[in-house]
């Protein structure tokens, strides 16, 4: 499930991807990301545009994009930078 509610991160499995319009490897990463969050409904995907939401992306500690940052009620359990593959992706969301 992909949100735009900010309110829903703090909720259940979360998936953040803090990227801007501007960088090729976040180009790369969203379909995929996308793809996730349109094909499990266990986790909601919420995109993050650190141009537009800077305040955000320094809450989280983002200092490099892609970063992708999974959440479980509210807190982080995982984190990645770059690209990541499909597999890497998937355990990415299953840390245990």
Known sequence: M??????ELKSGKVLIDFY?????PCK?????????GNTNEEVKVYFCN????GEMA???????IP???YLEEGEVK???VGVLS?????DLINPN
Not at 86 to 90: A, E, V
């Open 58 to 64: 320094s809450a989280f500690g983002v200092r490099s």
């Open 67 to 69: 970063t992708l940052v």
């Open 50 to 53: 650190v141009d537009e939401d």
């Open 28 to 36: 790369v990463s969203k379909p995929r990301i996308e793809n996730l």
């Open 20 to 24: 801007a319009d501007w960088c090729g």
């Open 78 to 80: 995982n984190r990645s």
């Open 2 to 7: 992909i949100t735009e509610d900010k309110a």
């Open 86 to 90: 499909d597999q890497q992706l998937t």
